[in-house]
């Protein structure tokens, strides 16, 4: 019987069985081998079903996401992180980001082939020998002075729409021309700032003679763009359009409700694509850094709110939309949290003497918050009389004067002796 158990074991080795599972299912199928052995086969052939189709699942969610990348890159990377959808988005970006900076190169390099082997036009300049003048060696992409063509002499005009616009949909480019026009001319859509030759893509622009349009299709990294009419034989611009924005068209808004002290996220995707793992995040107004949020809940359709507690310290702050992962593209106007530490000294009936403590502008337990007991004639914050640890934001801590005197208390956080709060001078009288 044991021979039995070890061949079990090596055929479903992705079971897990031990003996005495086997034991269980031989004793459910009257000690058949061969029947039991059919029951753990239907058994493995079921979860491999449901594992597949569970995979299957993760590869077409990341696949809406990551059009661009292949299917065999997907899944080496949900490989590598276990299946795990959440942990694979990460890279998958990075190799979205390579796979676009490798095919900008290569078309950079494309379009400075084509524009090397194109013949140039002969434009009618009244001078027989235009077309034999040859390009200085330092600009080979420039035309010469003497073509009435050139950049200088002419001014494009060019518009986008829409001006917001999802990862995958259509850019309309039209587009005007002053002057003598190629149809080697070509409109470039580059990230804003970037320079001519950074295009992301192009398009010639056709044989319409002095005004026109094209279609582009929006890239698939998010952020802002711009169309650039280049003249052929020319990295110089001579029109350049509106800016344009790539990524869903959220309205995104702030509520503070002061009664519960819940903030309230509401959201309005007024146009883009569906984002299986959108959300949205809490921040400090001033926070820079995207992954340092305070707190977050998935933004996923149909729902338009969300509700947060809303921080104890006081302070500005903002709710932001995620498609996915920490790239935000829509900002909530901001909530102002109010609020101040207090302390407060009561005398009590056996000489004791109790601080009420309230501590809201910092974290008591992340802070090193402590409470000490002084004499108020003392300049030296060091020359403490009784001293405690707090640990709690609303607290209550009890004293017994040393002797009689004017004290008072003094609250400190983060390894300092400056005071953050001092409490108004009381008389405290020492009981035997």
């Known amino acids: 019987m044991s021979q039995y158990y070890k061949s079990i074991q090596k055929e479903f080795p992705e079971l897990g069985l031990t003996q005495s599972v086997i034991g269980d299912v031989l004793q459910a199928n009257n000690n058949n081998k061969d029947q039991a052995t059919q029951v753990l086969r239907k058994m493995r052939d079921d979860i491999n079903e449901a594992t597949h189709k569970e995979r299957e699942e993760k590869i077409k969610e990341l696949q809406e996401q990551f059009g661009l990348l292949s299917r065999e890159d997907i899944i080496a990377t949900l490989e590598g992180n276990n299946w795990d959808v959440d942990a694979a988005i990460a890279p998958l970006f990075l190799k979205l980001e390579s796979l676009m900076a490798a095919a900008s190169e290569q078309a950079a390099k494309r379009r400075e082939e084509e524009?090397?082997?194109?013949?140039?036009?002969?434009?009618?300049?009244?001078?027989?020998?235009?077309?034999?003048?040859?390009?200085?060696?330092?600009?080979?992409?420039?035309?010469?002075?003497?073509?009435?063509?050139?950049?200088?002499?002419?001014?494009?005009?060019?518009?986008?729409?829409?001006?917001?616009?999802?990862?995958?949909?259509?850019?309309?480019?039209?587009?005007?021309?002053?002057?003598?026009?190629?149809?080697?001319?070509?409109?470039?859509?580059?990230?804003?700032?970037?320079?001519?030759?950074?295009?992301?893509?192009?398009?010639?622009?056709?044989?319409?003679?002095?005004?026109g349009k094209i279609t582009f299709t929006a890239p698939s990294a998010f952020g802002v763009y711009e169309f650039r009419y280049i003249p052929y034989g020319s990295y110089e611009h001579i029109g350049i359009s509106n800016k344009i924005r790539v990524g869903p068209d959220v309205e995104l808004s702030a509520?503070?409700?002061?009664?519960?002290?819940?903030?309230?996220?509401?959201?309005?995707?007024?146009?883009?694509?569906?984002?299986?793992?959108?959300?949205?995040?809490?921040?400090?107004?001033?926070?820079?850094?995207?992954?340092?949020?305070?707190?977050?809940?998935?933004?996923?359709?149909?729902?338009?709110?969300?509700?947060?507690?809303?921080?104890?310290?006081?302070?500005?702050y903002e709710f932001r939309y995620f498609p996915y992962s920490y790239y935000?593209?829509?900002?909530?106007?901001?909530?102002?949290?109010?609020?101040?530490?207090?302390?407060?000294?009561?005398?009590?009936?056996?000489?004791?003497?109790?601080?009420?403590?309230?501590?809201?502008?910092?974290?008591?337990?992340?802070?090193?918050?402590?409470?000490?007991?002084?004499?108020?004639?003392?300049?030296?914050?060091?020359?403490?009389?009784?001293?405690k640890y707090i640990t709690e934001r609303v607290t209550s801590v009890t004293f017994?004067?040393?002797?009689?005197?004017?004290?008072?208390?003094?609250?400190?956080?983060?390894?300092?002796?400056d005071a953050m709060l001092v409490s108004k001078p009381f008389h405290a009288t020492k009981k035997n």
């Open 115 to 211: 524009l090397k082997n194109q013949p140039r036009p002969e434009e009618d300049t009244g001078n027989m020998f235009i077309s034999s003048l040859k390009v200085p060696k330092e600009s080979p992409f420039s035309t010469s002075v003497v073509n009435t063509n050139s950049a200088e002499q002419r001014v494009a005009t060019v518009k986008a729409t829409p001006e917001i616009v999802d990862c995958g949909n259509t850019i309309t480019v039209e587009w005007e021309v002053s002057g003598k026009t190629s149809t080697s001319d070509w409109v470039g859509l580059f990230s804003i700032d970037q320079p001519n030759k950074s295009y992301v893509t192009y398009e010639w622009r056709g044989k319409e003679e002095n005004k």
């Open 255 to 316: 509520s503070l409700e002061k009664e519960t002290k819940k903030l309230h996220a509401k959201w309005n995707k007024k146009s883009g694509n569906n984002y299986s793992r959108a959300w949205v995040g809490l921040y400090d107004k001033n926070e820079p850094n995207n992954k340092r949020f305070i707190s977050w809940q998935y933004a996923l359709h149909p729902y338009t709110e969300a509700i947060f507690d809303a921080p104890v310290k006081p302070g500005d």
């Open 328 to 387: 935000d593209v829509a900002l909530s106007n901001s909530v102002t949290i109010e609020g101040k530490d207090t302390l407060e000294a009561i005398i009590e009936a056996d000489g004791c003497v109790t601080a009420k403590v309230s501590v809201v502008t910092v974290d008591p337990y992340y802070d090193g918050v402590w409470l000490g007991l002084y004499l108020a004639s003392e300049n030296n914050n060091k020359n403490l009389k009784r001293y």
């Open 400 to 417: 017994r004067a040393p002797e009689d005197g004017d004290y008072e208390f003094r609250l400190f956080a983060k390894k300092s002796y």
